[in-house]
């Protein structure tokens, strides 16, 4: 009884070290870093189209938008890359290239006064860190609208 059970116990091994040997070169690619990963730790451009506009439409604009609740308050339109760059009654809130005082950023992490946007998102209270990443390089990288 041992012995069929060592065999059966071999015998499962070695097909499993055989199989791991032949990985197809899609199974490999399905391990690859996503490509917007990539460009957050590498040195791609993050696209304001194809990035920032999709994360702000999911979490910006059910506020901030001519008679939501963000705007009548602020002023801020994110309907669009020019109504975003122009800001809010108060001034900009885009620095291009600097992600560190632009308000925008400083917003998504709560350094701008305790306030941290969106408002009552989650739990938590803040966008996923991908996205947070996402903006800020985006805005580190000239806010351009590309």
Known sequence: MKIKFLLSVSVLLALSFNA??????????????????LKLTGGGEISFRSDVQPIIHDYCLNCHIPGGKGYVKSGLDMSSYESLMKGTKFGAVVKP?????????????????????????????????QYILTLRKWVQQGAKNN
Do not use: C, Q
Not at 20 to 37: C, N, W, Y
């Open 20 to 37: 791991l040997g032949e990985t197809s070169a899609p199974e490999v690619g399905a391990l690859a870093p996503e490509l917007g990963a």
């Open 97 to 129: 290239g600097d992600s560190e005082t632009s308000t925008f950023t400083k917003l998504l992490t709560g350094t701008n006064r305790g306030l941290k946007m969106p408002a009552g998102l989650n739990a938590s209270g803040t966008l996923d860190r």
